[in-house]
């Protein structure tokens, strides 16, 4: 049987309520979906939807790192919009990311997000010890 294991990520921004900012079982990590916050301010980043991106998956390249995994063995994005429309944009930034061998995605428009922000990225990946590789 697999044990949860919570995985905190010091290059990341605090919780801002009660979950971990991943959670690994098995040979897979999920993370909590990651916002555009600066994590030595605790702001979400000024500009709009492309650095709330860039800061949404750098977050979320900390929590993987955290929990062993990296960007390069994510299985799964759920791509959370404020705004559908901008899409386009979010995905340029995603691309400089994610640039071989993608993830599978979703990419959804959502009523609001916490904080007023305008993207929220969530992934599963896989951890190194997964015969997966």
């Given at each position: 049987m697999h044990k949860k294991q919570i995985i905190t990520a010091e290059?990341?921004?605090k919780a801002i309520g009660p979950y971990s900012a991943g959670v690994s079982t098995g040979h897979l990590v999920f993370t909590a979906g990651q916002l555009g916050i600066d994590p030595s301010t605790s702001k979400l980043v000024d500009g709009g939807?492309?650095?709330q991106t860039r800061q949404a998956l750098t977050n979320l390249k900390a929590v993987?790192?955290?929990a062993g995994s990296s960007l390069e063995k994510v299985i799964k994005t759920?791509?959370?919009l404020k705004d559908i429309g901008e899409f386009g944009q979010m995905n340029e930034v995603y691309g400089?990311?994610?640039t071989e061998n993608f993830p599978a995605r979703s990419a959804?428009?959502?009523a609001a997000?916490?904080?007023?922000?305008s993207v929220e990225i969530e992934a599963i990946a896989l951890l190194p010890d997964s015969n997966q590789d």
């Amino acid at each position: 049987m697999h044990k949860k294991q919570i995985i905190t990520a010091e290059k990341t921004p605090k919780a801002i309520g009660p979950y971990s900012a991943g959670v690994s079982t098995g040979h897979l990590v999920f993370t909590a979906g990651q916002l555009g916050i600066d994590p030595s301010t605790s702001k979400l980043v000024d500009g709009g939807i492309q650095p709330q991106t860039r800061q949404a998956l750098t977050n979320l390249k900390a929590v993987l790192e955290a929990a062993g995994s990296s960007l390069e063995k994510v299985i799964k994005t759920t791509v959370f919009l404020k705004d559908i429309g901008e899409f386009g944009q979010m995905n340029e930034v995603y691309g400089t990311f994610f640039t071989e061998n993608f993830p599978a995605r979703s990419a959804i428009q959502v009523a609001a997000l916490p904080l007023g922000a305008s993207v929220e990225i969530e992934a599963i990946a896989l951890l190194p010890d997964s015969n997966q590789d």
